[in-house]
């Protein structure tokens, strides 16, 4: 094979991808690197307006976006979100399930509503977006479900306990959809990052204790930079991964592997 070859492995021209939660933060990086590889992007969150200038910025740069804002946990939202889908385009190849939510609280601390919100957000939302997008990708026997989860899924602290619990049973979901659906053609595959630098997590890293004790605990010394989150996505969706099934690729420069 040919470097050229090789190189066209990453290609994503002509496909279509929905990445949820992707006006800013690490969904707004892999939203820009699925577009740079050639996809139409589906860019996703609850404000309008934020979605609306995402879109913007991409186009300005010469990207195909398209603006879809919804929430996650609103089912009819969620319908009308796919029925659009169909309608414009008549196809979807890529979803990644980016949304997500954290309420850092300890567990005595936390309502019973304020579970639920994390769970429907975290979790249940991921699995309602990625039957509706299997039912699509089944149809031309080719699709990608991508997963953000986190190392949170598999490193605990106190004070912390519903979003793992949440991440973990979104990495459950990932393998048993690989199992459900890979005979069809469509994979299904986890991306788990560790510290970003996000809008989200300013404040930690701004931390002067908190922010640099996080820094020094990994082994490169420093947070992640969100568009580093975006190799990883476009891999996982490509050519180049058609035999990955299944599987999380963690992103963590190496801080979950240390004890």
């Known amino acids: 094979m040919s470097a050229s070859a090789y190189l066209q492995q990453f290609s994503l021209a002509g496909q279509v991808a929905l990445v949820t939660g992707s006006a800013r933060g690490l969904g707004a990086c892999?939203?820009?690197?699925?577009?740079?590889?050639?996809a139409h992007v589906l860019v996703n969150g609850r404000n309008e307006q934020a979605v609306r200038d995402a879109v913007d910025d991409m186009r300005a740069d010469g990207l195909a976006a398209s603006a879809l804002p919804f929430d996650v946990v609103d089912d009819a939202a969620v319908e009308r979100a796919y029925a659009r889908i169909d309608a414009d385009f008549g196809r979807l190849d890529i979803l990644v399930n980016n949304v997500g939510a954290r309420n850092r609280k300890?567990?005595?601390?936390?309502?019973?509503?304020?579970?639920?919100?994390?769970?429907?957000?975290d979790l249940v939302a991921g699995i309602l977006l990625a039957k509706l997008a299997a039912e699509r990708m089944a149809r031309h026997r080719h699709g990608r479900l991508i997963a953000i989860t986190s190392v949170a899924g598999e490193l605990a602290r106190a004070g912390d306990s519903v979003y793992p619990a949440a991440k973990q049973g979104l990495t459950g979901m990932v393998r048993a959809l690989a199992m459900e659906y890979g005979g069809l053609g469509i994979t299904s595959n986890a991306i788990a990052p560790g510290t970003f630098a996000t809008?989200?997590?300013?404040?930690?890293?701004?931390?002067?204790?908190?922010?640099?004790?996080?820094?020094?605990?990994?082994?490169?010394?420093?947070?992640?930079?969100?568009?580093?989150i975006a190799g990883a996505a476009v891999f996982l969706a490509s050519a180049a991964a058609s035999y990955v099934n299944g599987h999380v690729l963690v992103v963590d420069g190496g801080l979950s592997v240390q004890f």
């Open 30 to 38: 892999i939203a820009r690197a699925l577009a740079g590889c050639g």
């Open 106 to 121: 300890p567990l005595h601390e936390m309502t019973a509503a304020e579970i639920r919100a994390l769970i429907d957000t």
């Open 199 to 228: 809008e989200t997590n300013a404040a930690i890293v701004a931390d002067p204790v908190m922010g640099a004790a996080l820094a020094a605990r990994n082994p490169m010394g420093r947070w992640g930079r969100p568009d580093e």
